[in-house]
């Protein structure tokens, strides 16, 4: 006699069923906590540049007007700025901490990261927060033509 009828297997396959989707429900609410928890104690390793970075036009005219800008060189994220001074510097735009994007402060002369309040000298250098190492430096040069040169592959020893 056949057994496609019997409503005891059915009840069982519903349940096994139900039993998976609760395991994979657990799987993945705990994963959505230990995940953060592990980037928090174990933060992201240094990025890489590629190469020196001519800025456009656009990019020096956002620079002048806002003294800050955020320029990509491949998959880094750099942010160039103007001190007090007026010198032009250059930190890696990631935040070593977990990876946040770093923004400029002129009142306050940091660079500030506003995930977990961490703070950066004009340096790079950790003033306070999380963050386990410092920003990486590049060099920021003014061509003979007026453009401005953000030199990647010249990156500052880390501190
Ligand atoms: S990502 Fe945590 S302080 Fe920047």
């Known amino acids: ?5 019997c409503p005891l297997k059915k009840k069982r396959s ?9 395991g994979l429900g657990f799987m993945g609410s705990t994963a959505s ?11 992201l390793g240094p990025s890489g540049a590629q190469g020196p970075m001519k800025l456009t036009k ?34 890696d735009a990631r935040c070593t901490h977990e990876g946040c994007t770093v923004q400029f402060v002129p009142g306050e002369s940091l660079i500030w990261c506003a995930c ?8 790079g250098r950790v003033l ?13 040069t003014r061509e003979a033509d007026g453009s401005l040169v953000v ?8 501190a």
């Open 14 to 22: 519903r349940r096994g069923f139900i039993d998976i989707m609760l």
């Open 128 to 140: 306070s927060g999380p963050p386990p190492r410092p920003l990486a430096q590049y060099s920021c």
């Open 1 to 5: 006699m056949p057994d496609e009828g």
């Open 58 to 91: 656009e990019d020096q005219a956002k620079l002048e007007r806002e003294h800050m800008l955020i320029v990509r060189s491949g998959t880094t994220r750099i942010l160039v700025f103007e001190d007090g001074q007026q010198k032009l510097r250059a930190l």
């Open 33 to 43: 906590v230990v995940y953060p928890v592990l980037r928090y104690l174990k933060p």
């Open 151 to 158: 030199n990647t592959d010249r990156k500052k020893e880390e």
């Open 116 to 123: 977990h309040n961490g703070k950066f000298d004009l340096d």
